[in-house]
């Protein structure tokens, strides 16, 4: 299933995009996609005959905006040089073990809002990546089974990132990655069967129509149940997290000076195979 919500920010409602690509309000038959609904098999066992019993009503998506794809997101873990291509563009040699930091959930916003770059920003990067969103509670998982038995789906992550505040202004990286609008999120959450392997997605990013990114998460450095794993290991897994398991070479930063950092009136477009399209245009904050 392909699962999002749609409306004013704030306001949205849940929605399906069906086998032939027309949006259908689930309204009447959840309340709202978050942890409490992925974490429910029979809530989404409803929603699964709802849409194969072909009766819910079509949404005109002309002018409906589309919000993130998950409500009442706990936290959002990210890994940092998860990819063999960008840790090399980046002049780091390969972790031993994932690096990760954290997001705050008040950092998302949908696929297709505006990102603003902050206030005295000179640097802002851009990130396409493979966002992983967990349904079960997870501690201490011993197997990829136990892993992907915890995924609820996967969605698409712009990890924007504002690098002098990240690098250049002392202490960890959370300055630069917590600026306000910087996780645009959606445009939807892909149930996992849909998605037979997630090592083999394409991700492309574009930037005022040039292509940038261009890569695959077969050249992940930790795949996907591996970091699963990793995490829940350091903390709890909760229906409704995050993960956001890197970006692949072709950041901003990895350039040759001068180097192409995102400025207000650019456009950023990215994609992943089978998990949709997001499209930012960015405005000085």
């Not at 993130?68 to 706990?74: E, T």
Request: contains cysteine; proline residues 8%.
């Amino acid at each position: 299933m392909k699962l999002l919500r749609v409306g004013p920010a704030g306001a949205e409602r849940p929605a399906l995009l069906d086998a032939a690509g027309v949006l259908r309000d689930l309204s009447a038959v959840v309340p709202d996609i978050d942890g409490a609904l992925l974490a429910d098999d029979d809530a989404l066992e409803r929603v699964r005959q709802a849409a194969e019993a072909g009766g819910l009503p079509a949404l005109d998506p002309a002018g409906l905006r589309t919000g993130p794809p998950v409500a009442r997101i706990g936290k959002i873990v990210c890994v940092g040089l998860n990819y063999h291509d960008h840790a090399v563009e980046a002049g780091a040699a390969i972790p031993e073990e994932p690096i990760l930091f954290l997001k705050a959930p008040d950092t998302v916003v949908g696929p297709d809002d505006t990102v603003l770059v902050p206030r005295g920003g000179e640097k802002t990067d851009w990130e396409v990546e493979l966002a992983v969103v967990i349904g079960r509670t997870a501690r201490h998982l011993e197997s990829d089974e136990a892993a992907l038995a915890s995924v609820a789906g996967y969605t698409i992550a712009h990890d924007v990132s504002e690098r002098a505040f990240q690098l250049e202004r002392g202490g960890q990286w959370d300055k630069g990655k917590n600026c306000e609008t910087f996780n645009p999120l959606g445009p939807w959450l892909v149930t996992p069967d849909e998605v037979p392997d997630p090592q083999e997605l394409r991700l492309r990013l574009w930037v005022n129509g040039r292509l940038r990114q261009d890569g695959s998460t077969a050249d992940q450095i930790f795949p996907v149940t591996e970091v699963v794993r990793y995490v829940s290991r350091f903390m709890t897994l909760h229906p409704g997290d995050v993960i956001n398991t890197g970006t692949p070479a072709g950041v901003a930063m990895g350039h040759p000076d001068p180097k192409p950092y995102l400025r207000a009136g650019d456009v950023v477009e990215l994609e992943i195979t089978g998990l949709g399209r997001q499209r930012q245009q960015l405005k000085d904050a």
